[in-house]
């Protein structure tokens, strides 16, 4: 999921509504809860597990065959840092990623919980879920949604990677279901998520969201 905020959206346009129809009856839709509640959720969900990386493990591989645990770490970092400027309807250059755990230390958790906390306070101005962002004018709340499956699914490769328990957010996995189930079809397009996974009946939803990225939710380092 490296290239997300380049992905088009496909969300079907919606008909503007006709005046003269007779109202509706049906009970209106449930609101989203506002994304910036979803990613402090979803920070405060992948904290426990990035704390729990020992510094022996950042070079064991992940789910993300292309990142081992440092590799991924940084990538991760990034994201959080880049999509706050993305919130407030700046571009963003991702074509390079610093070395963030190198520059930091053992300070690094720390700094990502900051950065998490910016990220949150970034989304939650008023007007950022508004309008467009990003290189390809995307839907600002689909925007911010990419970096909630970012902090969602590489929280959870990560602990994979480490041996560690992860628990995602409530609330969150339904919203990214959602997202990957829009966006999906032109990602595999780009090889930016790989052919989706069967799943049993009666599997989570993490485990039917992680086999729609095309990750195998019983993926462990041996």
Not at 133 to 144: N, Q
Not at 153 to 182: K, M, N, S
Not at 193 to 213: H, K, N, R
Request: proline share 11%.
């Amino acid at each position: 999921m490296t290239d997300m905020q380049d992905i088009p959206d496909e969300t079907p346009v919606r008909e503007q509504a006709d005046p003269t129809a007779p109202a509706s009856t049906t009970p209106p839709a449930p609101t989203a809860p506002p994304i910036s509640a979803l990613l402090d959720a979803a920070a405060q969900a992948a904290l426990p597990v990035l704390r729990g990386v020992r510094d022996d493990q950042l070079g064991l591989p992940t789910p993300c065959a292309e990142y081992d645990v440092r590799a991924l770490l940084n990538h991760l970092f990034q994201v959080v840092v880049a999509f706050q400027t993305l919130a407030a309807k700046k571009d963003v250059d991702f074509s390079t990623t610093p070395d963030r755990l190198g520059d930091y230390g053992a300070q690094w958790p720390d700094r990502f919980a900051e950065e998490a906390a910016r990220l949150v306070e970034a989304w939650a101005v008023p007007g950022a879920e508004d309008g467009l962002t990003g290189g390809m004018k995307l839907p600002a709340r689909t925007v911010g949604a990419m970096v909630l499956l970012d902090l969602t699914v590489h929280a959870w490769d990560v602990a994979r990677a480490a041996g560690l328990p992860y628990t995602p957010a409530p609330g969150c996995v339904a919203e990214l279901r959602t997202l990957v189930a829009q966006m999906a079809p032109t990602a595999r397009k780009m090889n930016v998520f790989a052919e989706p996974l069967p799943v049993p009946p009666g599997s989570s939803g993490l485990d039917a969201l992680l086999a729609e990225t095309g990750r195998d939710p019983q993926w462990t380092t041996g």
